[in-house]
């Protein structure tokens, strides 16, 4: 580990390694300070059968495109480590490994103070790469609940069998949720879902995959700016579709039919009982009209292109409620996989570039902080900076950033410079 080095990248899954390759293509000088190990999140925090919603050829890393057999395909987790630690050694990116950072500060003399496991370091750039899911999010009633019940955040699950016998409450259905529901559900497992209000979208439609759609006509290029919610979008709910068995729709409706219980949102758990707002059909309903909205959008597009593409008809709701259960006796109840997402965690970064929420305030990247970036957040720039697709453009980007403010150092880069001069002096 330097003491002091040019440029500093705060996390090592794939954001902080595209960074890097671009800082080796242009031969400045960077350390990776990564707290786990390479990939760990993709290795050691999805499920058994965790795999892509999106298809493999959106997965373009700078100079390390996917070069599998089956583009169309959706990577299983094991293959999405292969490729994020094949990436690494593709390079050799200057990664430390097992190095958590505690504290990022301004450095008295210029630029910024890492307070890592590993000992200080002081880098005049530093590049936060660490993406925006830090900490579960578990309601607080959940310590209400009985002893013998297992909990599992989504983060924590692996696969039916790490849940006690008998039912199974599932929380969430944004992409984490309505996923481990439909592995539970296919495993046999009886479960009770709280439906939320995350948005769905159809795997294909008239006879491609919808991803493809959307990347023909420009939506993973579109700024945050241009979004009709704005900067808003940043916070917003994945649509939940799967990449599972080669990709289909994830219907809720159909699984209600096939025996899974639907509930609006979890509001609450009292007297033994968990209690659910009515408002599952509004949730069901407002999923199935974005996803028709796209199919607005998609139909549009064909005939503005005059393409030939096979019509076919639209989604009909297979089930609807006949009533929204208000409750649900705890006792009836043996595990509960809390898909309740995560909060960000940003207090170890002592630098005043945050908004009220505590977003970290930035035009692509780039903070108020001068040398102090950010990248891999979703929407950080575009649809695609939170994904495989579009972080290559937000790393290229910075990149270039880094280069111009590396060109005309200032503090800290101005000791960095004078103590190569000097050294270079004393080796002659």
């Known amino acids: 580990m330097p003491e002091r080095v040019a440029v500093a990248v705060v996390g090592g899954g794939q954001a902080g390694l595209s960074i890097s390759w671009h800082l080796v293509q242009q031969g400045i000088e960077h350390v990776v300070l990564e707290r786990d190990t390479i990939a760990h ?24 495109p996917y070069r599998g057999e089956d583009p169309d395909g959706f990577m299983l987790r094991d293959e999405i480590v292969e490729y994020v630690r094949g990436y690494a050694a593709s390079f050799g990116p200057p990664v430390h490994e097992g190095v958590a950072v505690t504290r990022l500060a301004p450095a008295p003399d210029g630029g910024y103070l890492l307070t890592t496991s590993a000992g200080e370091v002081a880098a005049e750039q530093v590049v936060l790469a660490v993406g925006g899911y830090h900490l579960p999010v578990v309601p607080a009633y959940a310590g209400g609940l009985p002893a013998d019940v297992v909990q599992l955040h989504s983060q924590q699950y692996r696969n039916p069998d790490q849940l006690s016998a008998g039912d199974v409450l599932v929380v969430g259905t944004g992409q984490s949720g309505a996923q481990i529901a439909e592995d539970l559900h296919l495993a046999g497992r009886r479960v009770h879902l ?29 700024p945050v700016e241009q979004h009709r919610d704005g900067e808003a979008a940043r916070m917003g709910t994945n649509h939940y579709v ?27 758990l009292a007297d033994g009982r968990f209690s659910f707002a009515p408002n599952l059909t509004e949730h069901l309903d407002a999923a199935d009209r974005v996803s028709e909205n796209c199919k607005d959008l998609i139909d549009a ?36 996989v809390w898909a309740t997402g995560f909060r960000a965690d940003w207090s170890w970064v002592r630098v ?77």
């Open 41 to 64: 999140e993709w290795a050691d925090a999805r499920w058994d059968t965790f795999c892509l919603v999106t298809p493999n050829w959106q997965c373009q890393l700078p100079g390390w």
């Open 194 to 222: 709280a439906v939320g209000s995350a948005p769905r979208i159809a795997r294909r439609y008239r006879g491609r995959d919808v991803v493809a759609w959307l990347h023909d006509m420009g939506h993973y290029d579109m």
């Open 242 to 268: 799967t990449g599972r068995d080669g990709g289909h729709d994830i219907d809720l409706r159909r699984f209600a039919l096939e025996g899974m219980q639907l509930y609006g949102s979890l509001t609450g």
């Open 301 to 336: 597009h064909v005939e503005r292109a005059g393409m030939d593409a096979p019509v076919e008809p639209r989604y009909t709701p297979v089930w609807t409620p006949d009533a929204e259960p208000a409750s649900l006796d705890a006792a009836a109840i043996g595990s509960v």
């Open 352 to 428: 005043p570039v945050f908004d009220g929420a505590g977003y970290p305030t930035h035009s692509r990247g780039v903070t108020a902080a001068p040398g102090l970036y950010v990248l891999g957040l979703p929407w950080l720039h575009t649809w695609g900076s939170g994904r495989f697709s579009g972080i290559a453009r937000d790393a290229a980007y910075l990149a270039e950033r880094i280069a111009e403010l590396a060109g005309a150092p200032t503090g800290l880069g101005r000791s960095l410079a004078v103590a190569a001069a000097s050294s270079a002096a004393r080796m002659a």
